[in-house]
């Protein structure tokens, strides 16, 4: 079957492109391949930060073009060619100082760490730490948390066990998010993510695609979890795939059967956009 002439594919990549195990199968990289030399432009958008996604861009080999990523949920979008900012929306010190002390306050054991633009500050690094939030590599600044808490920043993440992050997440969501000040982003129990008012996947989806010419109804965006929801919402074909979370598969408007583990990217786009991409 094919579907809508499309002009553009958004994907998002942990429990979406990536299979469990953090890798990207060679079927879903060959369908990718396929739709962007058939003029789709393909934009990854992730939670993750653009060092994580650079070994991925080079792993998918999408060719001239295909060097865009939307990163921390939509508060950054980054020319990987260039290894420069297009758009940058970053969270006000005074958010960042607040939310930190405010965790800190509630749960001294919560891992805090300050992502601004491609580098990584914290106070304290963990192989759970690492893991689950793609930071694979040493921080660019490990020291007080009092050192780098006071500037702007482009997110702050909250790491802590879900049952533990629960109170936090409640109570940084009634004096900071309920107000005005920040928003909150989530695609996994570990991790609050917290960035600033209005920034989101779709917003700057929307935003890209209107300085590029593309319509909503031109754009396919595919994802698994609650922080995809908005530019799986926005787009003309917004898709879950079969593993995503109920809340994900309430707003999309075709849900997969298959999961990120059964090269659900490249059924998608094999069979909804049709054997040219076209």
């Known amino acids: ?64 073009g295909h060097a865009v990523t939307i990163n921390y949920n939509g508060a950054l979008t980054w020319d990987a060619d260039r290894e420069e900012p297009i758009e940058h929306v970053p969270l006000p010190a005074d958010v960042v100082r607040d939310a930190s002390r405010l965790a800190r306050r509630l749960d001294p054991g919560v891992a805090v760490s300050v992502e601004t633009l491609d580098r990584w500050l914290t106070d304290r690094v963990s192989e759970q730490w690492r893991v689950e939030t793609q930071n694979l590599g040493g921080p660019d600044h490990l020291g007080p948390l009092e050192g780098f808490v006071d500037r702007d920043a482009t997110k702050l993440m909250l790491l802590h066990e879900p049952t533990r992050l629960g109170p936090i997440a409640a109570a940084v969501r009634a004096e900071l998010e309920g107000p005005g000040r920040c928003t909150l982003a989530v695609s996994d129990h570990h991790v609050l993510q917290v960035v600033a008012p209005g920034v989101d996947k779709g917003a700057a989806l929307r935003r890209f695609c209107a300085r590029a010419g593309i319509p909503a109804q031109r754009v396919m965006a595919i994802g698994d979890a609650p922080n995809d929801a908005t530019m799986v919402r926005w787009a003309g074909v917004g898709v879950a795939v079969g593993n995503a979370w109920d809340e994900l598969k309430r707003e999309a408007r075709l849900v997969l059967e298959r999961t990120n583990d059964q090269d659900a990217v490249a059924h998608a786009v094999d069979e909804i956009l049709g054997p040219t991409g076209a």
């Open 1 to 64: 079957m094919s579907g809508p002439r499309i002009d553009l594919l958004a994907l998002d990549l942990d429990g979406t492109l990536l299979a469990s195990d953090k890798t990207v199968s060679e079927r879903n990289a060959r369908a990718l391949r396929r739709v962007a030399s058939d003029g789709v432009a393909v934009v990854l958008v992730t939670a993750r930060p653009p060092r994580s996604v650079r070994a991925l861009l080079r792993r998918l080999a999408l060719g001239p």
